[in-house]
């Protein structure tokens, strides 16, 4: 029988109050009930705000290295259990097992790293114009924040949230997405056996209307860490901000990979194709456009094609699976919905693209990974996250073209350039409308010292990771002290 869990509420595990629970099924094997989870509502959510307020004094005082201390403690407790929590990630969110564990190690990372700021929140001293004056600056928590966090990084993406939140000095309600809510969970426990005080961490599981109206409509929240899709974000952004609450949204991104007529092809082929094709295509950052030099284009799209070819889809936890299931029956329609509106707009489908629906892939949600060419840039597929393994190839007659496809689209995540030649390389970096900007590597990937963000559509507010983490989840507080 399926386990049923519970919200982890004032640093106890409790019911809904309505008792209702959703099931939690696994994409690639959906006979296989993970586990029952509680169908949370407001009252849930306030219960979780109340105790998270009555905690907030307590952790506040609590030294920022003591705190510290706790995280890394539970960067411990989550490198301990990696392998069984990089299992129960596959199996509820499909991505393959190798890169589930390189997830999980990446939350331990992350964990690691913000452990450490405790030891290093600082403000700074400024030299007053008056005399026998100290001016300083001193970092403060904001109170009690919201986190609400996705299905397609169901560890790291909560984890670069509730690190930097918690060592802040902030208390927390985390809700993460009800088709991977298993994985948060861990992060949770882990955080429990840790020495987290009671009450600092709620989690509350359960659909987003219900949830997340209370979470960010709710004054006692200061602030709100969201990461989803642009519509979902723009709409938080609003409401949060609206009552004068601080927002953080993370949100979609078409990233493009440029291929000038001087690059490696081979490499670029290999990172493009991993870079739109792993994770199922499901992340913001995957690679979504592969803008190459028409010189090349023939040669660039054959490569890709065959290498597309190649993949092998399947269950993740196989050790042979490249590509997974999609995380749930929407995520799959949307995307074969895409191919479809590709190919009504002419562009040619050159390979994938099937619904594969017979065992053993019968049970699951599953397509294969598809590659357009002689793609238009103001089409559909060249223009709106598909969040999907589909990658468009746009060719274009020279650099100049290059940079004003690249550039023209709603979103500004992360983008790329394959070039051998140092002023291009440099050119792009200056005049690319995107947060994240490679040279030669992939679209995808983030370390956990520098920030991670972007222009336009995909982001608002202050970064995530790095250092620069700190700035969201705190207020500067400037001291005059005359002695």
């Known amino acids: 029988m399926p386990d049923t869990y519970q919200n982890y509420i004032g640093g106890q595990w409790v019911d809904s109050a309505s008792g209702q629970t959703f099931a939690n099924i696994n994409p690639a094997n959906t006979d296989e009930v993970i586990g029952h989870f ?63 564990k390189i997830e999980t190690a990446r939350a331990v990372q992350i964990f690691d790293y913000f452990a450490g700021e405790g030891r290093r929140l600082s403000g700074e001293t400024t030299p007053s114009e008056y005399g026998r004056t100290m001016l ?49 969970l861990n992060i949770v426990r882990a955080l429990e056996e840790a020495g987290l005080p009671p009450g600092v961490l ?29 519509t979902v974000g723009c709409d938080i952004y609003g409401r949060v901000t609206g009552r004068g609450g601080r927002a953080q949204c993370e949100m979609g991104g078409k990233n493009p990979v440029i291929v000038l007529e001087d690059a490696d092809i081979d490499k670029a082929v290999n990172l493009c194709v991993m870079g739109a094709m792993w994770s199922t295509g499901q992340k913001c950052t995957a690679t979504s456009r592969a803008i190459v030099q028409e010189s090349v284009a023939r040669r660039f799209t054959e490569k890709a094609v065959a290498a597309t070819a190649a993949i092998r889809v399947g269950d993740g936890m196989k050790e042979e699976t490249q590509v997974g299931p999609f995380v749930d029956e929407a995520q799959l329609d949307t995307v074969l919905r895409y191919l479809e509106i590709g190919k009504e707009e002419g562009a040619e489908l050159l390979t994938g693209g099937n619904r594969l629906t017979d065992p053993p892939y019968d049970k699951g949600y599953y397509v294969e990974p598809a590659v357009f060419g002689n793609v238009r840039p103001d089409m559909r597929i060249a223009q709106e996250e598909i969040f999907g393994p589909v990658l468009a190839i746009i060719p274009v007659p020279d650099f100049e073209k290059a940079m004003r496809v690249a550039n023209d ?58 250092r620069v983490a700190v700035d969201f989840y705190t207020q500067i507080k400037t001291i005059y002290l005359e002695y």
């Open 202 to 230: 709620n989690f509350v599981t359960g659909p987003g209307p219900e949830t997340g109206d209370e979470l960010t409509g709710n004054p006692a929240v200061k602030g709100i860490s969201f990461t989803g899709s642009d």
């Open 38 to 100: 509680p169908a949370s509502g407001a009252a849930d959510v306030k219960a979780a705000i109340g105790a998270a307020q009555e905690a907030q004094a307590g952790w506040r005082d609590m030294p920022a290295p003591k705190r510290g201390e706790v995280l890394g403690r539970a960067a411990r407790i989550i490198e301990r259990d990696l392998d069984r929590i990089a299992e129960g990630l596959t199996r509820e969110e499909g991505k393959t097992y190798g890169e589930a």
């Open 409 to 466: 689209v709603r979103f500004g995540l992360s983008a790329s350039i394959c070039t051998s030649d140092l002023t291009r390389a440099f050119e792009f970096v200056d005049r690319i409308e995107a947060g994240l900007v490679h040279v030669n590597t992939p679209t995808v990937g983030a370390e956990v010292q520098v920030p991670f963000g972007g222009m336009k559509d995909s982001s608002t507010g202050t970064r995530e990771q790095g």
């Open 136 to 184: 300083y600056t001193i970092r403060e928590p904001l109170g009690t924040v919201g986190l609400i966090t996705p299905w397609n990084f169901p560890i790291a993406i909560p984890s670069w949230k509730l690190a930097p939140a918690l060592v802040c000095g902030n208390t927390v309600v985390l809700k993460p997405a009800s088709t991977a809510p298993l994985t948060a």
